[in-house]
């Protein structure tokens, strides 16, 4: 049975730092490039940044420079270590198969808000 779930979220002030974890079950992970998504109240779900399965990352442009995801293939678990947080970084952050986003297999989320 496919599973991610996502950890790690808070209440955090801005310029301040958090990071999320999502454990993958039920897949190939070492194989599989994985993503960070999240989803802003009103606002389409929209892709944070990528890891192929041999590392190689790729962030969405505002997020560049402040956002590193990383993965431990031991452990079927992608990070996102999210710094100088923004209160426009409030959402739902929720990791996924980009080759899967049409299917169900979507997790709970992690509520992030930046807020003072």
């Known amino acids: 049975q496919v599973q991610f779930v996502e950890s790690g979220g808070g209440l955090v002030q801005p310029g301040g730092s958090l990071r999320l974890s999502c454990a993958a079950s039920?897949?190939?992970?070492?194989?599989?490039?994985m993503g960070w998504y999240r989803q802003a109240p009103g606002k389409q779900r929209e892709l944070v940044a990528t890891?192929?399965?041999?590392?190689?990352?790729n962030y969405l442009g505002s997020v560049k420079g402040r956002f590193t995801m990383s993965r431990d293939n031991a452990k079927n678990t992608v990070y996102l270590q999210m710094n100088s947080l923004k209160p426009e970084d409030t959402a739902v952050y929720y990791c996924?198969?980009?080759?899967?986003?049409?299917?169900?297999?979507w997790g709970q989320g992690t509520q992030v808000t930046v807020s003072s």
């Open positions: 996924m198969r980009p080759a899967w986003e049409s299917r169900d297999y």
């Open positions: 039920g897949i190939q992970f070492s194989i599989s490039a």
């Open positions: 890891i192929s399965s041999s590392g190689t990352t």
